[in-house]
């Protein structure tokens, strides 16, 4: 995702903002992105995504979501008309998965 894409979509809050805001007041948890012109207080799509750019935050890494604007907006498209989230969307862009089982066994050969 480019500093000037949307990660709130509802609100219309960028990457850029949500860094500068992390940047800037080192917030001790996820929820007071809110702080920052309201992101994930609408259809709460973005919320597992603002999660994960706090916990880049507070890993010292760059906070950055690894997908393309579009498949973004898409993805979302669904959550609201569903009401669903794809999973495996979300740990896909988060790198959040999760292996199953010790490996050898179900992860990773
Ligand atoms: S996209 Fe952020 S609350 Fe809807």
């Given at each position: 995702?480019?500093?000037?894409?949307?990660?709130?979509l509802?609100?219309?809050?960028?990457?850029?903002?949500?860094?500068?805001?992390?940047?800037?007041?080192?917030?001790?948890?996820?929820?007071?992105?809110?702080?920052?012109?309201?992101?994930?207080?609408?259809?709460?799509w973005?919320?597992?995504?603002?999660?994960?750019?706090?916990?880049?935050?507070?890993?010292?890494?760059?906070?950055?979501?690894?997908?393309?604007?579009?498949?973004y907006a898409n993805q979302r498209l669904t959550y609201r008309q569903t009401?669903?989230?794809?999973?495996?969307?979300?740990?896909?862009?988060?790198?959040?998965?999760?292996?199953?089982?010790?490996?050898?066994?179900?992860?990773?050969?």
């Amino acid at each position: 995702m480019n500093p000037d894409d949307h990660v709130c979509l509802c609100f219309h809050v960028s990457l850029r903002k949500i860094n500068s805001y992390l940047e800037r007041e080192n917030p001790p948890v996820a929820s007071l992105i809110s702080e920052c012109l309201s992101a994930g207080t609408g259809c709460g799509w973005c919320v597992p995504f603002l999660k994960h750019l706090h916990r880049c935050h507070a890993q010292g890494k760059t906070p950055d979501l690894a997908v393309s604007p579009e498949q973004y907006a898409n993805q979302r498209l669904t959550y609201r008309q569903t009401k669903e989230r794809d999973q495996t969307f979300v740990d896909g862009v988060t790198g959040e998965e999760k292996e199953i089982g010790p490996p050898g066994v179900d992860g990773p050969q």
